[in-house]
């Protein structure tokens, strides 16, 4: 597997504020790959030292295997950073035939394409001034694709949108990817829409990852046994802090092959067990586990 | 290439930019134009009144315009203050529009930060370019006007020594305007501010009118070191004395030509140099 960007102990201060705190981090070419984190995680500090906009304070960081800053690099990237901003008297065409022509671009931009492909045929010519957010997200991901770029930086490309235009982006950022080969970096705070897209996860957290791996594999990893049973409190007596009462069940976090000792034991103590059936975690449940883990929680 | 798409880019979003197209380069001229006809239309009524009066011999014989003399006189002009301060307009929507409008990191990743700075410069050299452009055709539309009213007939002397002139004029006056434009460039880059850009030179342009009014009390003659390095404008001003020749250009001292090329290029290369530098090493945290 090729990473098409690579850090290591990468960090970024702000005056005392670490924004970034020693980030080791190997991201595969190829793919939908989602960065998540609470609001102050490092996650925008992240993406600009990858665009070249900040320097990093320590550490080092290699995207497609160049330093960043390199114009040769960042020419083969297209990005959104947060919600772009446009010059107001611009028009959404213009806006992209502006850049169009800052990245050295003249007809083979396609901007009307883009445009039509994000959903902004209609609006193409109003000036982005009174542009919506969503419909500045839009133009957004227009512009940061129109350059035909291997390696796509967004940083909440669906904020601001209505449900059906989630749904149109989800599916062009699937698109890219499976189709047209494009390397897809993304950050979100909807983690059902990055369940849903992405194919690997990193989650920060204060700057630190705090857990990285294929969406399914996350998952995966954060499934309960649930337990409809009675007495409740003798299945808690049993499994002590690795039990939690949920409902009028008990969630149990054990290893599969631990599980059939974990009945018996059950039984063996005169419990009834009327149901008992694996409950698979979502990127939600995963991400609050992780970021709250660390000492101090959400910055 | 990657530096004429970034002079390419910047130019052509400032053409889109129509609010700032006017004031720094229609405005001027236009209301030149139009104040300079209103004028000899009013002159031409109360003269008309006045003539009349006049016994027949004693009534003025009109010389011609010379259309020639006026480009060369116009061209002399272009660096006044009402044009540095339009023109600052267009300059600093350029150098700090990006900062205004969040926009640097559409742009910084796909392009290196001279070429980016050289764009916006080149873009404003342009602006300047037909801003200047449209001052002499303003100008000569002036005289024009002056001797269609007045009706006078018109010549077009424009010799060898005339064009020579014209040529120095112009190309100080327009190195003069650059060179005022440059600060705002500087401030721009240090304060990312689109208000800063427009009036930190004009109050370094303000605070340079008082300190030439001061200088005598320091002792600072006309082309010496300290008036050339620390007043461009004097220092334009004594080359525009030169290249017009004459009583004037006679009292100039010996070298002072050179300190005052010396003192334009200061502040010419200084603003930019200084600009360029701070860019490079800028955090563009929310640009």
Sequence with gaps: ?299 | MMLADAIRAETWRLLQNRTAMFWSVVFVPLISLGLATASFLFIRSKMDGAMQTLPVELKLTASAVDLGQSLVDAAGGLANPGVLAFLLIGAATVFAGDYRWETWRLITARNTRPNLIMGKVGAVKLMTLVGLILLLLASMGADVAKGVIFGRSFTFGFGGEQAQAFGLLALLSYVRVVQFLLLSLLAAMVTRSLLAALFVPLVIGVGQFFLAKLSPLFGWQMGDWATMLLLPGDAFELLKVLIKGGMEAALVPAGAAWRAIAGLALWSFGPFLLALAWFQRQDLSKE
């Design chain 1, 1 to 299: 597997m090729t990473s098409v960007i690579e850090t290591s102990g990468l960090t970024k201060t702000y005056g005392p504020v670490r924004a970034l705190d020693s980030l080791s981090l190997s991201i595969p070419r190829g793919g939908v790959y989602g960065v998540l984190g609470p609001n102050g995680a490092g996650k925008s500090t992240l993406f600009r030292i990858l665009l070249g906009l900040i320097r990093p304070t320590a550490g080092e960081v290699r995207v497609m295997g160049q330093h960043t800053g390199d114009p040769a690099v960042t020419r083969r990237m297209g990005s959104m950073i947060e919600t772009p901003r446009y010059p107001p008297y611009l028009t959404a065409r213009q806006a992209l035939r502006w850049l169009a022509l800052a990245h050295g671009m003249g007809a083979e931009a396609e901007t009307d394409r883009w445009l039509d492909r994000v959903g902004l045929s209609e609006a193409a010519d109003r000036k982005v001034r009174g542009f919506s957010v969503g419909m500045m997200q839009r133009l957004g991901v227009a512009a940061a694709l129109m350059t035909r770029p291997d390696l796509v930086i967004l940083d909440e490309p669906t904020s601001g949108m209505d449900p059906p235009g989630i749904q149109e982006m989800r599916a062009l950022i699937r698109s890219l990817a499976d189709d047209d080969g494009v390397t897809i970096i993304l950050a979100s705070h909807q983690l059902l829409e990055v369940q849903r897209v992405c194919d690997r996860v990193a989650i920060l957290n204060r700057g630190k990852l705090a857990a990285e791996g294929k969406v399914s594999d996350l998952t995966a990893s954060g499934e309960r046994l649930r337990l409809a049973a009675t007495p409740l409190a003798k299945v808690m007596a049993v499994l002590g802090e690795r039990g939690s009462v949920q409902d009028d069940a008990v969630m149990a976090a054990v290893p599969r092959a631990e599980a059939p000792a974990l009945l018996r034991a059950l039984i063996e103590q005169g419990v009834d067990i009327d149901e008992a059936r694996w409950v698979g975690a979502d990127l939600e449940s995963v991400f609050m586990t992780e970021t709250s883990s660390v000492e101090g929680g959400r910055p």
